[in-house]
């Protein structure tokens, strides 16, 4: 088989259906797998790209990378972008940038193999199963860095793998990354008090005081998905986005557009949790669904009230995928409050190639001991979970 590697300078010039029959290959296709990751969505991705929160003004420009078969069928894909800057990867590299500098060097541009903004743990090298995967995954790293050569970028950066694509990139001689989030675990329950039950006592009494403080002042929380989210609610979640965020990171990533286009293109797999109190909605966060799991990604407030924010973003999503048959909950970067909510920890990845052989020499290092840290901070986390051990109440 031949293949043809080409270059989109952004989504419109990829077929919905074409890029999705790459990123969401299907149940039968991806057996025991997350077969819809709604961040690889042609939908997710082209309202970054439509809404402009991505593009050469926000320093993320879209150089996405295909593979063809001889008949011009798309047969895999990388979302990948040129990137002038490190903000918005939750994967830093801002000191290697800073060496880099230092030396002589010049760190940017990079490439960029992410979805922008969203720190979830999903397929990057878009690719079906089936007896060509593993070509299809060479020619793409193979288009990957001839564009790196093309563009002058000093390093490509593929961030929150799975183990197919981590495999895939470090056999190409790419060099591995490892860092943690917290995820909450389905073990089969069937209801919020099923799970309190896993718990050790102290914990389940801690979080019944956190729901019921959360709530104590009339506030009362609402989920909203599919026809049911309006433009009136865009408005009032973008308004807790936008003071939230700006407090937070100073310059928040996403636009209103990018709210109406992702309404437009997918409710249904978007969940508002809205919190109302004497009439208005006074916070919100917003998840994603795929198949077999939820995404926590934004939340916002204008008003402060003790345990909304663990009630909104943690308990409520907890609450949904138990409702919905959901059996893990992704609640985004970093966060070890998440460990006493009955979050676990888990290690993510990355994969990194980096053309200057003495900076190359001098991540690996970094990267080999920061593995082995991060390994050792997984264990001792989960050490301290607040389930029950044995008889433990």
């Known amino acids: 088989m031949t293949f043809q590697v080409k270059i989109a300078q952004g989504l419109k010039a990829v077929p919905a259906a074409a890029w999705d029959s790459c990123a969401l290959p299907g149940q039968e296709l991806n057996p025991g797998g997350e077969p819809f990751n709604p961040f690889v969505s042609h939908a997710f991705l082209s309202a970054l790209e439509d809404s402009g929160c991505v593009g050469p003004k926000t320093g993320w420009t879209p150089l996405h990378v295909l593979v063809e078969d001889k008949a011009g069928t798309l047969v895999g894909a990388t979302p990948c972008y040129l990137k002038s800057h490190s903000l918005g990867e939750y994967v830093f590299d801002h000191a290697w940038a800073d060496a880099y500098t230092r030396a002589g060097g010049h760190y940017y541009p990079k490439l960029q193999v992410a979805v922008p903004f969203t720190p979830v743990t999903g397929p990057r090298l878009l690719v079906p199963p089936g007896p060509q995967a593993v070509d299809i995954r060479a020619h793409l790293i193979a288009g990957l860095r001839a564009l790196r050569d093309q ?165 409520q999503a907890i609450e949904f995928a138990i409702a919905h048959g959901l059996d893990r909950v992704e609640a985004g970067a970093q966060g070890e409050h998440k460990l006493a909510r009955g979050y676990r920890p888990v290690i993510t990845s990355s994969a990194h190639d980096i053309a200057d052989p003495g900076l190359r020499r001098a991540v690996k290092a970094y990267l080999d001991q920061e593995r082995r840290y991060v390994s050792e901070a997984v264990d001792e986390l989960a050490s301290a979970s607040p389930f029950r051990h044995g008889d433990e109440e």
């Open 151 to 315: 563009t002058g970028a000093s390093s490509i950066h593929a961030t929150f793998l799975q183990e197919a694509d981590i495999a895939a990139f470090t056999s190409n001689g790419f060099l591995r990354r490892d860092d943690q989030q917290f995820h909450w675990f389905n073990d089969d329950y069937e209801t919020f008090e099923d799970f309190l039950a896993a718990l050790a006592s102290r914990k389940r009494k801690a979080i019944r005081r956190e729901r019921r403080e959360a709530l104590a002042s009339g506030i009362t929380i609402e989920w909203l998905t599919g026809a049911a989210i309006t433009e009136a609610h865009w408005d009032a979640f973008f308004a807790f986005y936008m003071d939230t965020g700006s407090r937070k990171w100073g310059r928040p990533y996403l636009n209103r557009r990018f709210f109406s286009l992702i309404g437009e293109r997918m409710a249904d797999r978007v969940l508002l949790v809205m919190a109302k109190r004497e009439g208005r909605y006074i916070a919100g966060a917003i998840n994603f669904i795929g198949n077999k799991r939820l995404y926590g990604r934004n939340w916002g407030c204008i008003e402060d009230h003790p345990f909304l924010h663990f009630e909104v973003c943690y308990y």
